[in-house]
């Protein structure tokens, strides 16, 4: 079964730090996706990453893509309190029977101002 | 706002009941995906409908169930309720983009089981 681990798991942070969140998926896909969760709203897409080496960039996050390494990173730079949610990386398997959707578990971002 | 329309927003029910979730995908979409997310397990996918048929399922309990009708709108249907049933269903529609599926997701609905 395709595995996808983030980590941290949860993360305090100060506002003005840098700090990174890892993805590692199991997978062979080159592709990658980041959403965004405010507690008890829905799920907001990030970022979608297509290709080996792929970067992206909106604000103060940063989401970069290794598909040798199977490695997705989210870089969080001088952080705000604005920034506080939880963070899945996820990734798509597709077959001829349909395409299913695996998220991580998700990094819950507080950021202390 | 997705686009995405799941009723009711929260539901709070007895165990041994039955409830059932509404989800409207965005105008257009054919897809159709059900997740469940609780405390310990993060987010489960449960099934896939595409223009009204299964397309792919995940770890969906027998006791639940779902369809997606001719005007693409989807239920999801939980019956027997436990109290570990208890969690946020969200309902997603996707569009294929090329090379990626683009997910939008609903506001979800909020289940609790007492």
């Known amino acids: 079964e395709l595995k996808v681990e983030q980590n941290p798991l949860f993360l305090s942070m100060q506002e003005g730090k840098n700090y990174t969140i890892y993805c590692n998926y199991s997978?062979?896909?080159?592709?990658l996706y980041w959403y965004r969760q405010d507690p008890g709203k829905s799920l907001e897409s990030l970022f979608v990453l297509l290709s080996n080496g792929a970067v992206k960039q909106e604000g103060r996050l940063m989401a970069s893509l290794d598909t040798k390494a199977r490695l997705s990173t989210l870089h969080i730079t001088a952080a705000v309190h604005d920034l506080s949610a939880t963070y899945f990386c996820?990734?798509?398997?597709?077959?001829?029977?349909?395409?299913?959707?695996?998220f991580g578990t998700g990094t819950s971002l507080t950021v202390i101002p | 706002d997705s686009g995405v329309t799941q009723t009711p927003k929260h539901l709070i029910t007895a165990t041994g009941q039955r409830v059932t979730l509404r989800c409207s995908p965005r105008?257009?979409?054919?897809?159709v995906y059900w997740y469940q997310q609780s405390l310990d397990q993060g987010l489960q996918f449960l099934i896939q409908?595409?223009?009204?048929?299964?397309?792919a399922k995940g770890n969906i309990l027998e006791r639940f169930s779902a369809q997606q009708f001719p005007d693409l709108h989807s239920e999801l249907n939980l019956s027997s309720l436990e109290l570990g049933d208890s969690a946020l269903y969200f309902c997603a529609s996707s569009v294929a983009l090329g090379r990626y599926t683009e997910a939008f997701f609903g506001q979800g609905t909020r289940l609790t089981v007492v």
């Open positions: 996820a990734v798509d398997d597709v077959s001829d029977s349909g395409n299913q959707f695996y």
């Open positions: 409908y595409y223009n009204g048929e299964e397309r």
């Open positions: 105008s257009g979409d054919l897809s």
């Open positions: 997978t062979t896909s080159d592709r």
